[in-house]
Each structure stands twice: as C-alpha cells, then as structure tokens.
C-alpha cells in the first residue's frame, strides 16, 4: 500500500510539474516538435473527413482475365483522380478565398487566413485547429469567419504556431446576436445542442419568425455587428416564461470548414 | 543503441496510436466517433504486457491530446494518467484473469474512472474560479456513448486477439491477489 501511495504521489508531481512548466513555456519548444509532428497526418485526415467523394467504391467481379487489365485501368484512373482531386480542391479553395477576401475587404477588417487541420478528439467540446498562431498576431477572443462574414467561433486558445476556435455550437459558445426582424430583437446566442445553437433571452412579447436570419448584435467587445450566424428554425414559447426561445441552424456546414479567416483588428482601415 | 533503437520505436508507435485516435474521431459518423481509442489500445497493451510503462505511455498520450484541447490545461492529462494508473492496480490486485470480458470490464472502469476524476477537478477548478467550462446535458449523452462503444470494441478486439496470440489468451495474470 505504502508503494502505491508513493507511486501515486510521485506520479501526481510529475503531472504538476508539467502544468507548472507548460504555463511558464519551457516545454514549447517539445510541444511545438510534436505538434509538427502530427500536423501532417490530422490535417490529411481531417481533409478526408470533410470531402464528399465518396465514389471510389468500385464493384469487381472475379473473372482473372480481367483482373490485370482492371489493375492497369485501376493505376491510370487513380492518377488521374489524384489529379483532379487536387484540381477541384485548388478550385474551391480558390473561390472560397476570393469571397472571404471580399468580404473582408469591403468590411475593412484586417484579417489572417486560416487553414483548418484539425478538430477535437475530446467529445466535452466543438473545437477546430487552424493552423496559424501568436506568430500571426492571433490572440484570445479574436473571432473566426468563413465565406461572406458567416460567423464561426472564437479563438480559445493560441500557440506559437496553432490555435483552438470554439465553434458557436460548442457548449461554451454564448455571443451576443440580433434577429432581423421588425423589433431588432437581441438575446443570447449559445452552443451545447448538437448541431444547431439556440438564442437565449429574447423577450416574449417579441414577434420571431421561423426563417429570419440571426446576426452578432455587435455588443460584445471584438465582435462587429452584422456578422451572419444563421436563420431561425424553431421557436419555443412557453407562456408563463420570460423570454421564448430561437432554435438556430448556422449558415454553414461547422462539420466541414476547410478554410476561415480569423478577424484580428476590427477598427483598422486600410 | 538497442536501447535508443527501442525509444524511437515506442515514440513512433505512439504518435501513430495519437494520429489513429485523431483519425477516428474525425472519420467515423457520431455517435461512433466517440470511440476513446487512447483507452481502448492502453487497456489491450496493459493485458498483453502486464508492465507499469502503460501509465507512463498514458502520461505522454494525454500530454499531447491536452495540447489540441480547449479544456484547462492538465485537466486531461491528470484525469486520463491517474485513471490508467488506479486501472492498472485494479487489473493487477483484483481482476484473476485475461479474457475479453475481463478487458471490456476494464475498459468501462477506467472509463468511468476517467471521466469522474475529470468532473471533479473540472468542479474544483469551478470552485476557485479557474475556468467558466461548465457541462451540458449533451456532453453526459456523449460520455454514455464513449463507454459503450469502447467497451464493446474492446471485448471485441481482445476476443479476436485471443483467438491469434498467446499472450492474450485466457489466464490468471501474475501478481494476481485472487488467483484461480
């Protein structure tokens, strides 16, 4: 007994010891060997994960005459898939950039590029990792969008070289959002429901429609106000509450974001 | 230069066990994504070697997924070490045998294990106001789903491993306080 309560003691110190050394940044430079390290294969996978292609499946029957000749059809085809799969990808990573250039141009944001590569294994969680960090100026708190100002999450934490976005539908997620509708209704925009986020706090008397679409209110510090977040799907009242309720599907597919751009300065004007 | 040739190969093994569990996660469709192949490849490497080096295995595994999460730092890392470490003593002072039923029994443990000693000090680092990371219902949901699965698929795996390898095959384990 006396052995395993030193063991446990001895092995509880270590693991302080190694929070103590990761938050006064002496082990970084081992983090940032395994983080390069593993970027390579997460990022390959968690490209896989988001493609649709699902149509590599082909049947074959067992005749043997035809297996040589399958084989050679079999290698030419696969280069030219591998072709046109990095043709199509260069394609639509091309357009996606164009619009989130536009976007962020004609809002005047100064803005950083992000590639996604990765997202968390932990299922407390929806986080994604992207793969620029304090070296790019990104700091906590700054807000990440995709494609025409679609509002995906925040950074929640940030290293040399990667950072952590909480999606909006992460149970941590709260931002603060307005309905387009007649009264300009605001309330509490916030994640933990699955795949969609539901909106807080808006006052009963408040008309809501199924369909309106849902913006950051722009009263939170750091985040501008008319970034898009999704369209109303459900609305629950209930007459002797307060506040009814908005259930919110996002404007994008938080499952499958390839590229963002994370927002690191909201006041600049160049 | 054995001995370095050895390092290498466990540290590769690992970062390929890391990069697989990532894998999982990303490409299997919920709830099966939920899958804790960490655990799942800790319990199987400590049937099959009977050795203390799982927790130290699980020590540096936990190290790495804690530099991907958004939760407080060491908060996976003390949960998923000290989980493995209880886990190991169980298996080695009170469980008689190898078998798949052995191994799915441990699995549910030290999952249970885990993911209480993570609510705790989650609670505690609540208590003192070191984080605003509270859970919802759906994150309990999940849990119940991580256990199922990974304790199915490692009585699953074990059984199939049995079937091939000696070193899996049903018997007392040494050390054992109950033996049979």
């Not at chain 1, 929070?19 to 940032?32: K, R, T, Y």
């Not at chain 1, 297996?67 to 639509?92: G, V």
């Not at chain 2, 295995?57 to 999460?69: D, P």
């Not at chain 2, 991580?146 to 000696?166: A, D, N, P, W």
Request: net charge neutral; with cysteine.
């Amino acid at each position: 007994m006396k052995t395993k309560l030193k063991t446990l003691i001895s092995i509880t110190i270590v693991i302080i010891l190694t929070i103590v050394f990761h938050f006064a940044g002496w082990l970084s430079p081992v983090e940032n060997f395994l983080h390069s390290l593993v970027k390579p294969g997460s990022e390959l996978m968690y490209s896989i994960s988001v493609s649709e292609n699902s149509e590599d499946v082909e049947l074959f029957s067992n005749n043997k005459k035809l297996i040589q000749a399958y084989k050679d059809l079999k290698t030419e085809l696969l280069e030219n898939k591998i072709n046109l799969a990095e043709l199509q990808l260069l394609q639509e990573e091309n357009q996606e950039l164009k619009k989130q250039l536009n976007f962020v141009e004609s809002n005047k944001y100064l803005s950083v590029g992000v590639n996604v590569i990765g997202k968390n294994t932990e299922p407390t969680g929806n986080t994604l990792i992207v793969d620029r960090g304090k070296k790019d100026n990104i700091e906590l708190g700054n807000i990440v969008i995709t494609e025409k100002g679609v509002l995906v999450g925040k950074i929640t934490s940030v290293d040399d070289h990667f950072s952590i976005v909480r999606l909006i539908n992460d149970n941590q997620s709260k931002i603060a959002g307005t309905i387009i509708n007649q009264e300009k209704s605001i309330g509490l925009v916030e994640g933990g429901y699955g795949i969609s986020v539901h909106m807080n706090f808006v006052p009963q008397n408040e008309i809501l429609t199924v369909g309106d679409t849902v913006v950051t209110s722009g009263l939170e510090e750091g985040i501008p106000r008319g970034l898009l977040i999704g369209k109303i799907e459900a609305i629950e009242k209930e007459a002797y509450q307060p506040f009814q309720k908005a259930v919110i599907s996002p404007f994008v597919n938080l499952e499958k974001i390839i590229l963002a751009s994370i927002i690191i300065d909201t006041d600049n004007s160049n | 230069m054995k001995l370095l040739g050895k390092i290498l190969l466990i540290f590769f093994s690992l970062v390929v066990l890391i990069a697989f569990s990532m894998g999982t996660s990303y490409l299997l469709p919920q709830p099966f994504s939920n899958i804790n192949i960490i655990f799942l490849i800790l319990i199987i490497i400590m049937m099959a070697r009977d050795s203390g080096l799982v927790v130290w295995i699980s020590f540096f595994i936990h190290f790495f997924i804690e530099l991907y999460s958004s939760t407080p730092f060491g908060l996976i890392l003390f949960s998923g070490t000290i989980s493995i470490l209880i886990i190991f003593w169980l298996y080695k002072n009170i469980f008689t045998n190898r078998s798949w039923y052995s191994a799915m029994a441990l699995s549910v443990l030290a999952l249970l294990l885990y993911r209480l000693l993570y609510l705790s000090v989650l609670t505690l680092l609540q208590l003192f106001e070191l984080t605003s990371l509270t859970l919802k219902k759906i994150t309990f949901i999940t849990f119940g789903w991580e256990i199922l699965f990974t304790c199915l698929l490692t009585g699953l795996i074990y059984f199939v491993l049995s079937q091939f390898f000696k070193s899996f095959k049903a018997s007392p384990i040494e050390n054992g306080l109950f033996k049979v």
